[in-house]
Nanobody
Framework: QVQLVESGGGLVQAGGSLRLSCAAS????????MGWFRQAPGKERDSVAAIRWSGSRTYYADSVQGRFTISRDNANNMVYLQMNSLKPEDTAVYYCAVVSRWPYEYSYWGQGTQVTVSS
């Protein structure tokens, strides 16, 4: 069974940047499309980005297009989310996930990492 562990969240001012990391284990990582989604208190889950196993295709939600970049390192079983020009509305718990149906249905996800953007 796949295990995912996110890190890199924190508190940042609006306009700042954070880089989230996700370490995967317990599966054949290079076979999976991977994604990030987020959830704020009282709100529905919100897909953020996804990347094919080869890295050749990516998906971004309109709300983060041009600000966030997803990448992966198959040799080290890692997925990253570089977040620039952060806005207070980006505040949420961010989850790394295995994409079961491209680009925003998921089968496994981690425990999440909190991102808080202050205005």
């Amino acid at each position: 069974q796949v295990q995912l562990v996110e890190s890199g969240g924190g508190l940042v001012q609006a306009g700042g940047s954070l880089r989230l990391s996700c370490a995967a284990s317990g599966g054949t990582f290079r076979n999976y499309a991977m994604g990030w989604f987020r959830q704020a208190p009282g709100k529905e889950r919100d897909s953020v980005a996804a990347i094919r196993w080869s890295g050749s295709r990516t998906y971004y939600a309109d709300s983060v297009q041009g600000r966030f970049t997803i990448s992966r390192d198959n040799a080290n079983n890692m997925v990253y989310l570089q977040m620039n020009s952060l806005k207070p509305e980006d505040t949420a718990v961010y989850y790394c996930a295995v994409v079961s149906r491209w680009p925003y249905e998921y089968s496994y996800w981690g425990q999440g990492t909190q991102v808080t953007v202050s205005s």
